[in-house]
């Protein structure tokens, strides 16, 4: 992951953006940032806004407060297509009826003579799509039809991309390859790229940067790596990846839990509330070091297993290689082998 994106200038900002659909808030007071050559996902639970901000940066959608920038330039008062901003929609939307070079020919009649003189070539080796320029588009591949879209994005020149759900027409065997190529080209584009995806595990592998949307607000913006390890509060921890919440005792740099002695991410003191991913726990032989526990149930995951393992009344998810010789049922012995998150305390 490059750091680039810490300190590169933010080019497209949203600035106290509200959006109201009758009784509905669409999006609440949210201001974010896009940052010269980033990709910045917008990631949140069904109907939290992520679809309405797109839009309203794309200008298909009014807000009702608020105001979006790209550079020095105020763009939400712009009609859509003269904004500088591209967008490649769910479903690609390519004419069925052009070849390929003729469906990105087309979006060139938007551009600057200098891209309409140097033609769709240049656009379609960016795209790697050079050899199948005559294809019709029910004869590519999905990943190849979003290609399409992409190369013809950025026939017209934009500043910025916007992404609806870029992978979820594509079937899960090419979604990772898929996403790799993708990721590649974008970044080769220089371009900001702003995307919606509800896939966390596409946010936290295909982003420099990941804006978390809960009800219409933000509820953290951050690299994957800050939002995974240090999540802002419950609903980030959880939303990111399995946790467990734990509750403890805190006395400084530990707390007593549960599972027993944790140490914690910063100092606190009193009754806390605590995040613990499944790999931050140990699962070891009955009588090891840590507290008795039960495994209750086991999800065999291929690399991995989750063993989901009772102590007292609560259960916890612990990840552990899949080939140790575990048991439902097997006593055994459970403790945390790194920091917990203080979520509240
Ligand atoms: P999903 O992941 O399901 O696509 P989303 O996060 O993109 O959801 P939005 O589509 O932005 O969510 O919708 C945000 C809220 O605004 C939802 O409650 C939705 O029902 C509502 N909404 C969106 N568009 C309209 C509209 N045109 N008229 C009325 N309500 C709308």
Not at 124 to 152: F, H, I, K
Not at 178 to 186: A, F, G, P, Q
């Amino acid at each position: 992951m490059t750091d680039i994106t810490n300190t590169a200038a933010p080019f497209l900002r949203i600035d106290g953006v509200s959006k109201r659909f009758g009784d509905v808030a669409a999006l609440r007071d949210v201001s974010l940032d896009l940052r010269e050559g980033e990709i910045h996902a917008l990631i949140g639970p069904s109907g939290c806004g992520k679809s309405t901000l797109l839009r309203i940066v794309a200008g298909f959608e009014g807000a009702d407060e608020g105001a979006v920038h790209l550079g020095e330039r105020r763009i939400d008062t712009l009609k859509p297509e003269a904004r500088g901003i591209g967008i490649v929609f769910q479903d690609y939307a390519l004419f069925p009826h052009l070849t390929v070079a003729q469906n990105v020919a087309f979006a060139l009649k938007y551009a600057d003579d200098a891209r309409r003189a140097a033609g769709t070539a240049p656009l379609l080796r960016m795209v790697r799509l050079d050899g199948l320029e005559s294809r019709y588009p029910d004869e590519l591949s999905g990943g190849q039809q979003q290609r399409v879209a992409l190369a013809r994005t950025f026939a017209a020149g934009p500043r910025a991309i916007l992404l609806d759900e870029p992978f979820s027409n594509l079937d899960a065997s090419l979604r990772e390859t898929t996403r790799r190529e993708i990721r590649d080209i974008l970044k080769a584009s220089g371009l900001g790229i702003l995307f919606v995806t509800h896939d966390r595990e596409e946010a936290l592998s295909f982003a420099d940067r990941i804006s978390v949307l809960r009800d219409g607000g933000v509820e953290q913006t951050g690299l994957p790596k800050d939002l995974y390890f240090r999540p802002a509060n419950a609903f980030v921890a959880g939303f990111l990846g399995s946790t467990n919440f734990l509750d403890g005792i805190a006395d400084g740099a530990s707390a007593e839990t549960p599972i027993g002695r944790v140490s914690l991410d910063r100092p606190a003191s009193g009754p806390v509330q605590l995040s613990l991913r499944p790999e931050a726990i140990g699962i070891a032989p009955e009588g090891s070091d840590g507290v008795p526990a039960i495994v209750a149930s086991l999800v065999f995951k291929g690399h991995d297993a989750s063993a989901f393992v009772r102590v007292g009344e609560a259960t916890f998810e612990v990840l552990m290689p899949a080939s140790l010789d575990v048991q439902p049922g097997q006593c055994v012995s459970v403790a945390a082998r790194a920091s917990a998150v203080v979520l509240k305390g």
